[in-house]
């Protein structure tokens, strides 16, 4: 992209009026993207971005600027201006760029062979509507990205990294008499070899049609406190949402966290234990090195009950005292980066599934989740029930529909009292500060002793 003596040029001048620390963001996107509506691809684009974030400490403030541009003069320029807003008198000191070496979590690998959109969204297409006549609308989409990114600082860190990713979302709208239900399914993966070795996209497809005809059946939800068996892969979002943010480092910082002050104390059962690893091969999250050049690592957040660790970026890491993560994110150039989550899940517990719903005698099965509402500083939410199930003498029986889960995050945990074996992940986008990232969601089956369940029974 840029050579180490070029880099060099722009960090002096960002640090010739002095400052802390001094940072190099360079970024080169190609994104691709198909849709398909009714039986047609309605919309194919392309897109190009190529440009520089330039960030500048001292003490306390931050600094930031965007460039669209590489071009040596207009970077230098940038990075001079910017200088200017701290004018200390005295230049910063840089250190020598020493290249970083990465991880081999196999973020990097290139895709088999050409991704053809079309041929695979109609076939997403004709699966649906094979599926089950009561199937009236297919939507799906299509996209990838090729990214290339350079990051150096003034601590002598030089990281170059290239991710591609890919993911394809399907929704199948089914109507029988006056009932209208969606199914909806999502399979995403980062710089793997066979795109589609886990799943077909014909699999992906059945699945969001196979929710939509069941739901058309689902009866009114009852209301009221009941043990609630949360299934595996999505069910992880109600963690990630209610929980995983208020470990975030920089909610800490703020007083924006019902976990400030409790690292090292019991905040869930035993039977839980919580990772965040953005070093998974070929996971939605995963990444090369995190935005500020720093492999990413297997953090253990809730180790068996007890709150371990936050995720951290550098700014965080220093303010706690605490080992840098490799959780610092930002959705491109343009924005700085804040801790984040990448691929955040419950571990896997001991007990069969099946057993998990045998042990309740009447309560609800929340298999899929849809919009809700969520309170960081307190853990509050509240969640829509996509696809739920009434659980009767240890059996799960008929689909239930217009159900909420009420609750708090924090709370939940204190009573997972059954934990499964069969870990699985969900792909999903996460917004925070205005900005949307790639993340993954995952755990087993769960059993939560009681819950608030908001029903229309």
Not at 44 to 71: E, N
Not at 84 to 94: H, R
Not at 104 to 115: H, I, R, V, Y
Not at 298 to 311: C, H, N
């Amino acid at each position: 992209m840029l050579e180490k003596k070029v880099i060099n040029k722009v960090i002096a001048a960002l640090m010739e009026s002095g400052g802390s620390f001094g940072e190099t963001y360079i970024q080169k996107s190609r994104n691709n993207s198909a849709r398909l509506e009714d039986g047609k691809i309605e919309d194919a684009s392309s897109g190009f971005d190529f440009g520089c974030g330039l960030r500048l400490w001292h003490k306390d403030s931050t600094f930031y600027a965007y460039i669209d541009s590489v071009d040596e003069k207009e970077l230098v320029n940038a990075a001079r201006l910017l200088s200017s807003v701290v004018d200390l008198g005295s230049s910063k000191k840089v250190a020598a760029l020493k290249t970083c070496k990465k991880k081999d979590g196999g973020a990097t690998l290139s895709f088999k062979g050409p991704l053809h959109k079309k041929d695979i969204l109609l076939q997403v297409d004709k699966a649906c509507r094979d599926y089950d006549g009561h199937i009236i609308q297919v939507s799906a989409n299509f996209s990838d990205q090729d990214q290339e990114t350079l990051i150096a600082n003034t601590n002598g860190a030089f990281s170059f990294f290239r991710t591609k990713k890919a993911i394809l979302s399907v929704n199948a709208i089914a109507k029988k008499d006056d009932e209208i239900k969606t199914g909806y399914k999502s399979y995403a993966r980062t710089g793997t070899h066979d795109l589609f070795k886990q799943k077909r996209p014909e699999q992906i497809a059945l699945e969001a049609a196979e929710t939509a005809v069941k739901m058309l059946d689902a009866r009114e939800a009852p209301t009221g406190e009941m043990p609630v068996v949360i299934g595996p892969a999505f069910g992880g979002v109600i963690f990630h949402e209610a929980c995983g943010h208020g470990l975030e480092a920089d909610a800490v910082l703020k007083d924006a966290s019902v976990f400030k002050g409790k690292a090292g104390k019991k905040i869930a059962t035993e039977l839980v234990t919580a990772i965040d690893d953005g070093s998974m091969p070929g996971h939605w999250g995963s990444f090369g090195f995190d935005d500020e050049g720093f492999s990413p690592e297997r953090t253990v957040l809730i180790e068996k009950g007890y709150l371990a660790e936050y995720m951290h970026d550098l700014k965080s890491a220093g303010k706690l005292s605490a080992r840098q993560t490799g959780n610092a994110r930002r959705q491109s150039y343009r924005y700085l980066p804040y801790p984040r989550m990448s691929n955040t899940y419950i571990a896997n517990g001991s007990q069969d599934p099946s057993d998990i719903i045998r042990s309740v005698k009447r309560g609800i099965y929340a298999k899929g989740f849809a919009g809700g509402a969520v309170d960081p500083a307190t853990g509050d939410f509240v969640f829509g029930i996509s696809e739920g199930y009434i659980i009767e003498n240890g059996e799960i029986g008929y689909p239930i529909k217009g159900a909420t889960l009420i609750g708090n995050g924090p709370g939940v945990l204190k009573k997972i009292e059954a934990v499964g074996n069969d870990l699985d992940f969900a792909p999903g986008f996460c917004g925070k500060n205005g900005q949307s990232l790639s993340n993954e969601v995952g755990q087993p089956t769960i059993k939560v002793s009681r819950m608030t369940i908001g029903g229309t029974e």
